[in-house]
T-cell receptor
């Protein structure tokens, strides 16, 4: 299972609180991604980063923030502005497209966030 | 942006039969099309992928076909087995364009004994 690790596996948040989901990879991948998975809706892109200190919004970035200070790490913060944060969150990484390699994306095991 | 549609949403087959899942995409610039399998509570894992310079790719019981003109691609699983039961996602991306995958909504495949 090595390569890309998410923590924690389960996370409970009270309404109005910010929480941060961890994602670490040791695959030497340049690109990292955060997806949200809801039943019947597939995987929707929240944010992605092609290189350290740079990231772009995906399709559903509102209420989320990220940072990419290190190549290995891409934490996601779910803020209180996210109105419906209960979901399964998946982090992924791949070789970046800056070199044109753009290949397989490897996923972490996911974090299930529940608002209580 | 890219939009990927996937059908059917659920598929039940008898063990040993074939299963076909179809996807269409909207952005003609997309050139990489992976398929992921996700078992309950687990991470998606790549099972096969195809690039736009080929029309078909096969790996044992799994094959993918691509029709660039029609902008659709399909996953074919032959001789299905109970362990094939899972959710399957198709995706599309542009290599050199961020490599961000746009996913279909998934197909729940159930292989019945």
């Amino acid at each position: 299972d090595g390569g890309i690790t998410q923590s924690p596996k389960y996370l409970f948040r009270k309404e109005g609180q910010n929480v941060t989901l961890s994602c670490e990879q040791n695959l030497n991948h340049d690109a990292m991604y955060w997806y949200r998975q809801d039943p019947g809706q597939g995987l929707r892109l929240i944010y992605y980063s092609q290189i350290v200190n740079d990231f772009q919004k995906g399709d559903i970035a509102e209420g989320y923030s990220v940072s990419r200070e290190k190549k290995e790490s891409f934490p996601l913060t779910v803020t209180s502005a996210q109105k419906n944060p209960t979901a399964f969150y998946l982090c992924a990484s791949s070789y970046g497209t800056l070199t044109g390699q753009g290949t397989e994306a490897f996923f972490g095991q996911g974090t299930r966030l529940t608002v209580v | 942006g890219e939009n990927v549609e996937q059908h059917p949403s659920t598929l039940s087959v008898q063990e040993g039969d074939s299963a076909v899942i179809k996807c269409t995409y909207s952005d003609s610039a997309s050139n990489y099309f992976p398929w992921y399998k996700q078992e309950l509570g687990k991470r998606p894992q790549l099972i096969i992928d195809i690039r736009s310079n080929v029309g078909e790719k096969k790996d044992q019981r799994i094959a993918v076909t691509l029709n660039k003109t029609a902008k659709h691609f399909s996953l074919h699983i032959t001789e299905t087995q109970p362990e094939d039961s899972a959710v399957y996602f198709c995706a599309a991306s542009i290599v050199g364009g961020g490599n961000k995958l746009t996913f279909g909504t998934g197909t729940q495949l159930k292989v019945e004994l």
